[in-house]
Each structure stands twice: as C-alpha cells, then as structure tokens.
C-alpha cells in the first residue's frame, strides 16, 4: 500500500512538471523508481516512457485550451520526422551500451543545460522560418527522439532549451512545443521497449491516472508564471538531476 501511495505522488509530481516544463517528467520518474523503488535502470526507463505518452496527450490539450498559438505545428512536424526515427535506435541501444556510460553522458548534458538557461552560457538564434532551419530541426528531432528512448525521458529536456535558445521560441512556446512532440516520440519508444519487456504495467496503474491530474495542473502553472521564472526553474531542474546522477553513480 504504502509504495503504491508513493507511486501516486510520483505520477503527480512527474505529470506537473511535464506540463509545467515541457519536460515529459521522465527525468524525475527514471530516477525515482531507479533509486526509491528498486527497479533496475531498463525497467525505470520503460515505464517511465510508458506513463509519458497519456500524460503528454493531456498537457497537450490543456496547453490548447489556455493558448494554442503556443503549440508552432511547423516545428512539431520536421522535429517529430527525426525523433521517432531515433526512439527505435535508442531503445535498441538501451539494452546494448554500458548503463555508467550513458547515465554520466546525460548528467553532463543537464549541467549543460542548466548552465544555459541560467544564462551563463548563450548561443546565437536562429529563425524557424527559415528553410534552412529545417533540417536542423529534423536533426534535433533524432537527437530527441534518441535520448528519450535511451534514457527514459521525453526528450523535451533537450527541445525546450534548444528551441528557446537556438531556435527563437519563447519559452511558453517550446515547452508546449516541446510536449506535443513528445508524444509521438515516447509513444514510439514505448512501443519498442515493451518488446525488450521493459514496462512494468502494475506501476503504471498508479503513475498514469496521478501524472494525468499533475500534468492539468502543470499546464496551468506554466501559463501563470513569468518566462525567466520557468528558465531558472528548469536550469536549477537539470542541475540537481546531474549531480543526483552523479552521486548515484558513486
């Protein structure tokens, strides 16, 4: 009983901060179920993808409902061309490649992160109406896509910050961007990891309804606070995943 309760707080912890951020919530529930719940790390990650999928469909249409002209469907079209591509070759390589490796690969590419939207770090943008961003986002999508199949995570760890900081998107532009091209991209890693047998469907009972209410929430909050506020919150979010990583690790 007491870890079903605990499963229940993660989805709605997991689903807030998908909508909220654009992140899928898969960071927090590879993590968790990885470390309080004592699954092995392939596990962690199906079943994270697993509960992404009805929660990124719900901070969708919340999203919709409060501004749709958030959601840039040009975008959403070219990246998602990429990013199921590279789920297939990412749930592949999740079975195959050193999971030491891959965890502290992503742990530096948070602290990356992080220290971008912190502002610490700045890059020069680039419109999305120019065509010759097209094939870039093609190429962000296969980075995505890759990512969230290897690691668990719907891969708006990666588009969010690269659609705001390259590609010009304000910031409530990419996370709900960001989620309605998620997804696609975990559904299709779902898809691939449940025939390695990854996804356990017991925890999913409890995560899915709990991140589906998170993520209405989620959604609401991301359209009520200030753009630098969400920067800094999903800078600070990155970097306490890295170094949770790479404690993890020691």
Do not use: W
């Given at each position: 009983m007491m870890s079903n309760r605990n499963l229940l707080v993660l989805g709605f912890i997991a689903g807030f901060f998908s909508a909220a951020l654009g992140i899928g919530g898969g960071a927090i529930i590879v993590i968790a179920l990885a470390l309080f719940f004592s699954y092995d790390i392939k596990r962690s990650i199906g079943t994270s993808l697993a509960t992404i999928v009805p929660t990124a469909f719900v901070g969708i249409i919340t999203h919709y409902m409060i501004q749709s002209n958030n959601i840039k469907l040009l975008v959403v079209s070219f990246v998602v061309i990429g990013s199921v591509t590279g789920a297939k070759f990412g749930a592949g390589l999740a079975n195959r490649m050193s999971n030491r490796r891959l965890t502290r690969l992503f742990a530096l590419?948070?602290?990356?992160?992080?220290?971008?939207?912190?502002?610490?770090?700045?890059f020069p943008t680039e419109s999305v109406s120019d065509t010759n961003a097209y094939?870039?986002?093609i190429?962000?999508?296969?980075?995505?896509?890759?990512?969230?199949?290897?690691?668990g995570i719907g891969g708006g760890v990666i588009m969010v910050p690269v659609l705001n900081l390259f590609f010009g998107l304000s910031i409530h532009e990419a996370v709900a961007t960001s989620l309605t091209i998620?997804?696609?991209?975990?559904l299709a890693g779902a898809m691939f990891h449940k025939k390695f047998n990854n996804i356990n469907t017991e925890a999913t009972k409890f995560l899915i309804p709990a991140s589906l209410i998170g993520a209405v929430f989620g959604a609401i909050a991301a359209n009520n606070l200030p753009s630098d506020t969400l920067k800094v919150i999903f800078g600070i979010f990155m970097i306490l995943c890295a170094i949770k990583i790479f404690t993890q690790e020691q």
């Amino acid at each position: 009983m007491m870890s079903n309760r605990n499963l229940l707080v993660l989805g709605f912890i997991a689903g807030f901060f998908s909508a909220a951020l654009g992140i899928g919530g898969g960071a927090i529930i590879v993590i968790a179920l990885a470390l309080f719940f004592s699954y092995d790390i392939k596990r962690s990650i199906g079943t994270s993808l697993a509960t992404i999928v009805p929660t990124a469909f719900v901070g969708i249409i919340t999203h919709y409902m409060i501004q749709s002209n958030n959601i840039k469907l040009l975008v959403v079209s070219f990246v998602v061309i990429g990013s199921v591509t590279g789920a297939k070759f990412g749930a592949g390589l999740a079975n195959r490649m050193s999971n030491r490796r891959l965890t502290r690969l992503f742990a530096l590419l948070l602290v990356f992160v992080g220290l971008k939207l912190t502002g610490i770090i700045n890059f020069p943008t680039e419109s999305v109406s120019d065509t010759n961003a097209y094939p870039l986002l093609i190429l962000l999508g296969l980075i995505a896509g890759l990512a969230s199949a290897l690691f668990g995570i719907g891969g708006g760890v990666i588009m969010v910050p690269v659609l705001n900081l390259f590609f010009g998107l304000s910031i409530h532009e990419a996370v709900a961007t960001s989620l309605t091209i998620i997804l696609p991209t975990t559904l299709a890693g779902a898809m691939f990891h449940k025939k390695f047998n990854n996804i356990n469907t017991e925890a999913t009972k409890f995560l899915i309804p709990a991140s589906l209410i998170g993520a209405v929430f989620g959604a609401i909050a991301a359209n009520n606070l200030p753009s630098d506020t969400l920067k800094v919150i999903f800078g600070i979010f990155m970097i306490l995943c890295a170094i949770k990583i790479f404690t993890q690790e020691q």
